[in-house]
């Protein structure tokens, strides 16, 4: 049998000679056509019409005909023609006395596949997901993110590459709910929120040419929502001169939406908070400033606002979509790094968004390895910052959030040192009271999250600060009154573009009702005692010596402290050498030895919360919060629990941060047996949520009034259902009531920036704040002396215009820095009023009440 000839002895297509000399010869499509007609005159016109055909299109990018072909085509040949065109798309090779007829059969398979994929498309539905292995664990674990295209309940599951992962038919719905998990093939997927369809004929083309095209940029993937739903929230969108400052590139104007699932649960306060913080982090208000503080009183949701600012810049922008940020700092004070933590995942769950707390073993040098798509949220405490500010320094962040952002009033600490040294514009500060001691604080706060806007401090102490706060000294003059307004009402202007606040008064309608009062106790006589011998210390020592001779923080600090019990001041070992405060409390106890034992009487004010809590033991299912400044005075109130069998929590600066949200979330709960939880003011005393106590006593005060109504609004937030009372316990007489009146001053310097259409009613002069270590033991209450009222303490509120603030302010709920609104209560008081307050058994240690209903 003759052996055929080679395929290079049938065809040469390239020649002899050069094949001997190892020559690569590339011919084009034309001269291949040329060698394959001088060997076969069969082949068909419609070969040389493809070809040039072909030949043309490859200076182009249109679509390639199909192409038919007589059966006895030589298929090695055409086979080397598809490897030179890189791609042969739809060659049929069919009898060529059919090949009209199959033709026409093809156009309308085509057509019918195009109209199949559009009827497809439009049912089709797209969403966002994250998927991993199949798990049974509470707790999944996800590996990744992807999409999934549903379709008459087809859904095939795709990574974020675009490779097809699997498919399954087994969906009881197309409409799947966010959060929704369910197995796709051989994965376990949750569905994160809906996808906007794709167009039709963009799915179309991907159908209809099979053929791989040459590699490309892939598009970028831009993640919308349906905008038309119910319960999403469409944020502003850029105005012309943002535009021409911003979109470079001209890019497309996107709708910038919160899902729903995050929507639904915002109150319109807080949807215009998140608004408020949208605009000034993306430079809605000012091209060149892009910070903002969020001044929101206590319990207003300041917490859950940020969390739907910082999912908004991580997905989506308004120029083409591209999200705002990538990476995100969130700096909080460290009892409430887990409190941060608990809340973003009760708001997006464990796999929305995934979060990097640095700890003791966690540090912000692991942070900056991980992936940003994967991990986009650091959260650290003050401390740890400090501790780790170098690495920190290092992250490219797009949005710092500061908690408790009046801990940057001094601009020469540490902590704000190293705070300043990260390069980030988007600053944002959440405090609940913008401006506590000095506008010098205020500047710096500002200053910080828009560096400059107001100039230099030297300018704005010029300008503002000191015709304010010489407005606000009483008796002032008139003119002086005036220009300290008008600067007040300049500089609000200026600072309400990046400055809310909101006070209780938008959250109230959805909180129970609140009982505050202010309870002003009479002294044991151990305490009248020391006190005394303390006064007289100080009294004798600067006429003998002067005032620079003595250090008068330390005798104030004496004065709270025997205000608070005796022990804190007697049971210290003193060296009997020194001449000092301690040392003459300390030979005075000799004295008095024999009341050394009595732990409840030898203090007016314990007495008080033991009688309150007595009370409401008996019904046992009431919560308790006890705090106090010192935790020496914590020590104290263990004894009484212990005394008494009451089992009590504490959290004070002593507790682990890891053990902090432990404490809380045990104390909160229901069914716990701990009924007090004791706690330090300074510690546990801002943030913290709880509204598993309905009670709550504040012992002592500080001269700061944002820490005292920090503290005491941990348990009249969201998510309160009981009514609560709020007890504040005052000393008659004493250096305690003078720290109450210089609050009621300070507060008035707050309101009159942040609010200036508000005037308080309530000012002391400056002598009678200077007038601090003037004891008056017989005194009911120098408070209600020094505002004049002439209620007569018959618990009526007056009515008559002299003690009304405007119209605007009457209507709302009652403060501090309003007493002359609140019941004023004196001896001999009403029973009933004692007993709702728990206060029965204790009238004669009582001197005088302010009291007060919210709701």
């Known amino acids: 049998m003759r052996r055929s000839r080679a395929p290079s002895q049938q065809f040469p297509l390239v020649p002899k000679e050069d094949i001997e000399k190892g020559v690569t010869v590339v011919r084009s499509p034309l001269e291949v056509l040329a060698l394959i007609k001088s060997y076969n005159g069969t082949i068909n016109e419609n070969v040389s019409e493809a ?84 798990t049974t664990k509470k707790h999944k674990t996800w590996e990744n993110d992807g999409y999934m295209i549903v379709s008459d309940k087809l859904a095939t599951l795709h990574d974020s590459n675009g490779h097809k992962l699997g498919s399954t038919s087994d969906l009881k719905s197309l409409d799947l709910e966010d959060g929704s998990i369910i197995v796709v093939g051989s994965k376990q997927v949750q569905v994160l929120d809906l996808v906007i369809e794709s167009d039709p004929t963009e799915l179309t083309k991907s159908k209809v040419n099979d053929c791989p095209l040459p590699p490309r940029k892939r598009p970028k993937t831009i993640l919308t929502i349906d905008i038309n739903s119910a319960d999403t929230f469409i ?61 929101d009183e206590m319990g207003l949701g300041k917490t859950f606002q940020t969390i739907c600012l910082v999912w908004i810049l991580l997905k989506r922008g308004p120029y083409g979509g591209t999200p705002i940020a990538r990476r995100v700092l969130i700096v909080a004070p460290s009892s409430l790094v887990g409190n941060w ?45 400090v501790r780790y500010s170098e690495e920190i320094e290092k992250i490219n962040f797009d949005l ?116 505050e009062s202010v309870i002003f106790c009479s002294m044991a006589s151990l305490q009248i005692r020391l006190y005394e011998e303390c006064v007289s210390y100080w009294e004798n020592r600067v006429q003998e010596f002067g005032l620079n001779t003595i250090s008068h923080f330390s ?113 909160n709960t229901a069914n716990s047996d701990y009924s007090i939880l004791l706690l330090s003011a300074k510690a546990g005393g801002v943030g913290l949520n709880l509204i598993g106590a309905s009670n709550l006593i504040l012992y002592d005060s500080d001269w700061n009034p944002a820490s005292d109504q920090q503290a005491m609004a941990r348990i009249w937030r969201d998510g ?76 009526l509120v007056l009515n008559n215009s002299e003690n009304k603030c405007d119209g605007e302010k009457s209507e709302t709920p009652l403060r501090v820095n309003e007493l002359m609104k609140w019941e004023h209560h004196s001896s001999p008081f009403n029973n009933h009023v004692l007993e709702a307050m728990n206060l029965s058994g204790v009238s004669t240690n009582i001197h005088f009440l302010f009291r007060n209903k919210t709701n």
């Open 400 to 515: 710092m959030i500061c908690d408790e952002g009046h801990r940057l009033k001094n601009n020469t600490t540490n902590t704000s040192i190293a705070l300043n040294q990260i390069k980030c514009k988007r600053r944002v500060l959440l405090t609940g009271t913008p401006i506590q001691n000095e506008l010098a604080e205020f500047f710096a706060l500002i200053d910080f999250v828009n560096p400059g806007i107001l100039g230099t401090y030297s300018m704005f102490k010029r300008e503002f600060e000191d015709k304010i706060v010489e407005s606000q000294q009483p008796e002032c003059h008139p003119q002086i009154l005036t220009l300290g307004k008008l600067k007040a009402a300049e500089l609000n202007e200026i600072t309400e573009k990046f400055i809310l606040r909101r006070t209780q008064d938008v959250n109230n309608k959805y909180l129970p009702s609140k009982y």
């Open 235 to 295: 944020l502003p969108e850029p105005d012309i001169d943002h535009q021409y400052y911003f979109n470079k590139q001209n890019e497309k104007i996107t709708p910038v939406v919160l899902e729903s699932f995050l929507a639904k649960h915002l109150r319109p306060h807080q949807k215009t908070g998140v608004a408020f913080l949208y605009e000034c982090v993306s430079g809605f208000k000012a091209q060149e400033y892009f910070g903002a503080i969020l001044a």
């Open 341 to 385: 933590e608990n809340e973003f995942i009760r708001w997006l769950g464990r796999d929305k968004l995934r979060l990097f707390c640095v700890d003791q073993k966690k540090k912000p040098s692991e942070f900056i390895r991980l992936p940003a798509r994967n991990y986009p949220v650091m959260i650290t405490s003050y401390e740890m910052l």
């Open 720 to 795: 309160q259902k009981k009514s609560v009372h709020i007890y504040r316990l005052l000393t008659s007489g004493t250096i305690e009531e003078k720290i109450f009146q210089r609050q009621i001053s300070k507060t008035g310097l707050s309101e009159a920036i942040t609010n200036p259409d508000v005037q308080n009613n309530t000012k002391l002069s400056f002598d009678e704040l200077k007038d601090l270590f003037n004891f008056k033991k017989d005194a009911l209450c120098m408070t209600h002396d020094l505002i004049e009222c002439q209620c007569g303490g018959n618990g």
């Open 51 to 134: 070809v040039q055909s072909d030949s043309n299109l490859t200076k182009s990018n249109f679509e390639r005909p199909s192409l038919q072909l007589p059966q006895k085509s030589p298929l090695k040949i055409l086979k080397g023609i598809g490897s030179k065109r890189k791609c042969l798309t739809n060659v049929n090779v069919i009898p060529q006395a059919t090949e009209s007829k199959n033709q026409q059969e093809n156009t309308n398979s085509n057509a019918q596949l195009i109209s199949t994929t559009q009827t497809n498309c439009l049912r089709s539905k797209k969403y966002n997901v994250i998927w991993g292995k199949q």
């Open 555 to 667: 005798v104030i600090s004496m004065l709270k402290k025997i205000c608070n019990h005796p022990e804190l001041v007697l049971n210290k070992k003193n060296n009997p050498d020194t001449d000092t405060t301690e040392t003459l409390l300390g030979q005075h106890l000799n004295c008095t030895n024999s009341l050394k034992s009595s732990l409840i009487e030898s203090s007016g004010k314990l007495v008080i919360v033991d009688n309150i809590l007595k009370e409401l033991h008996k019904s046992g299912s009431e919560k308790t919060v006890l705090i106090s400044y010192y935790t020496k005075t914590l020590d104290i109130f263990v004894k009484l629990c212990n005394m008494k069998h009451y089992k009590y929590l504490r959290l004070d600066g002593t507790t682990a941060t890891s053990q902090r949200t432990d404490i809380v979330k045990k104390f």
